[in-house]
Nanobody, 124 residues
């Protein structure tokens, strides 16, 4: 059973930076598709960025150029470097993974394994 544990959230001011980490465990073969998602109060969960073993990284439009997703396979860890943060980035951030030959991109319902989340709050 894949287990995902997020860390690195916190409170920052507009323009600040945070680096989220997602430690993965509980598997023999690493999931090929893993990504970051977020959910703000009163809103649906949305995809932020994902990375897969074929096509690399992709981002939702609102974070492209500000966020960078990366993975360290030796440490079984996924990262999300978030720069130039805005109040609208405030949300609970989750990492999620799934085993697929072709990754489902940022489609929330296609991911099977989820972490508990880490809160990011950006104040103006």
């Amino acid at each position: 059973q894949v287990q995902l544990v997020e860390s690195g959230g916190g409170s920052v001011q507009t323009g600040g930076s945070l680096r989220l980490s997602c430690a993965a465990s509980g598997y023999t073969y690493s999931p090929g598709c893993i990504g970051w998602f977020r959910q703000a109060p009163g809103k649906e969960r949305e995809g932020v960025a994902f990375i897969d073993w074929i096509s690399g990284a992709a981002y939702t439009d609102s974070v492209r150029g500000r966020f960078t997703v990366s993975r360290d396979n030796a440490k079984n860890t996924l990262y999300l470097q978030m720069n130039s943060l805005k109040p609208e980035d405030t949300a609970m951030y989750y990492c999620a993974a799934v085993y697929r030959d072709r990754c489902p991109g940022l489609r929330v319902n296609e991911y099977r394994y989820w972490g508990q989340g880490t809160q990011v709050t950006v104040s103006s």
